[in-house]
């Protein structure tokens, strides 16, 4: 398995512009994870989804972001509009049902806001 | 609510130095314990897991790590470090029953010379 995967690896874009960022779980996991990585705050969990389905996404920091997962195999996370302080890395991760199951992270995209 | 403290922000070590590094979670039930490894510029990888028996858990690059239930601790430990092992590392908690995330800790800086 190509493991979980994200696009871009890196995004450099203007305040106020919108910014996606994708992501495509490892095929079978039906748990998705959307984490924010900052030296400040470190790594924060914005939201998770099972089986397609939002599940808590009390770490979103405001209407600003929104995610989504349209299905199985891709989930999106949207910033608009984009400020300054969102610059971070962005991890998705994913994992399969069960107790007793590790999450697998992707690579990661470091956004960048200026 | 669950939460995750290293203590250490910044350990720093010559090569063959023993290494332990703390992890104190908060939390009265049942969890499952992680520790990850995040190597420069890299996504984090599973150093090694504990769901339950042996508290004492064997992981990858002769890392292990022994969960004390009366103290709430699940600290990582390595005999002798290599330069190699310059990373962050991430202790992880979740509680055991499904549809939960992961807490992460602030991460420890690992910084080894040759």
């Known amino acids: 398995d190509a493991g979980v995967i994200q696009s871009p690896r890196h995004e450099v874009t203007e305040m106020g512009q919108e910014v996606t960022l994708r992501c495509k779980p490892i095929?079978?996991?039906?748990?998705l994870f959307w984490y924010r990585q900052t030296m400040m705050r470190g790594l924060e969990l914005l939201i998770y989804?099972?089986?397609?389905?939002?599940?808590?996404d009390s770490g979103m920091p405001e209407d600003r972001f929104s995610a989504k997962m349209p299905n199985a195999s891709f989930s999106t996370l949207k910033i608009q509009p984009s400020e300054p302080r969102d610059s971070a890395v962005y991890f998705c991760?994913?994992?399969?049902?069960?107790?007793?199951?590790?999450?697998?992270f992707g690579p990661g995209t470091r956004l960048t806001v200026l | 609510a669950q939460s995750v403290s290293q203590h250490n922000h910044h350990v720093i070590l010559s090569e063959a130095a023993s290494l332990e590094l703390g992890c104190n979670y908060s939390?009265?039930?049942?969890?499952?314990l992680f520790w990850y490894v995040q190597y420069p510029g890299q996504h984090l990888q599973l150093l090694l897991k504990y769901f339950s028996g042996d508290p004492l858990v064997k992981g990858i690059k002769g890392f292990e790590a022994e969960f004390i239930k009366s103290k709430f601790s699940f600290n990582l430990r390595k005999p002798s470090v290599q330069w190699s092992d310059t990373a962050e590392y991430f202790c992880?908690?979740?509680?055991?029953?499904?549809?939960?995330?992961?807490?992460f800790g602030k991460g420890t800086t690992l910084s080894v010379s040759s």
């Open positions: 991760a994913s994992r399969a049902s069960g107790r007793y199951n590790e999450q697998f």
């Open positions: 939390y009265g039930g049942t969890v499952n």
């Open positions: 989804f099972n089986n397609n389905v939002p599940i808590d």
């Open positions: 992880a908690v979740n509680a055991r029953q499904a549809g939960t995330a992961l807490i």
């Open positions: 095929s079978g996991h039906d748990y």
